[in-house]
């Protein structure tokens, strides 16, 4: 089932953990990303978070598929920062290969974060964020170029 960003937006927490299990990893993307973060999944407050969040704080990924990294970009500019590595593995939700988003290596601000990604739509992933081992919030990221 292909899913664009929108549709994501409208789904409960269920329904996004659903279409997490049944996605496969797909290609290590490469390219820059738009990010949306997925907050209260499936309620009236989902829109407004995810902008805020979007406008001052994150507003996606830049992957270098070939050096296996990506870089956010944070802050209402977008500044490149906070360095991940990229690879795939099993994901700690259900089992099932995905491409883990590493930074417990790479980074002393975000060292306890693990992201999980699997792709849903053309360009389109479905991320899980960990903190730890505890799952966070979801994200989404849409790829303006093909992957």
Known sequence: MAVEIPQLMKMTQAQLDD??????????????????AIIAPGTQLEETASKFIHFFAWQGKVFDAKAGELRNKILPVG??????????????????????????????????IRDE?????????????YWGKKKLIDFALKFTKKV
């Not at 490149?80 to 980074?107: F, P, R």
Request: glycine share 10%; charged share 20%; aromatic share 10%.
């Open 79 to 112: 500044v490149k920062a906070i360095v991940a590595k990229v690879y795939k593995d099993k994901s700690w939700y259900d089992g099932n290969e995905c491409i883990v988003l590493d930074y417990s290596h790479t980074s002393l601000l975000a060292h306890w």
């Open 117 to 129: 990604i699997r792709q849903v739509g053309d360009g389109v992933y479905l991320g899980i964020v």
């Open 19 to 36: 279409l997490f299990k049944q996605s496969p990893a797909g290609p290590i993307p490469d390219g820059d990303a738009e990010g949306t």
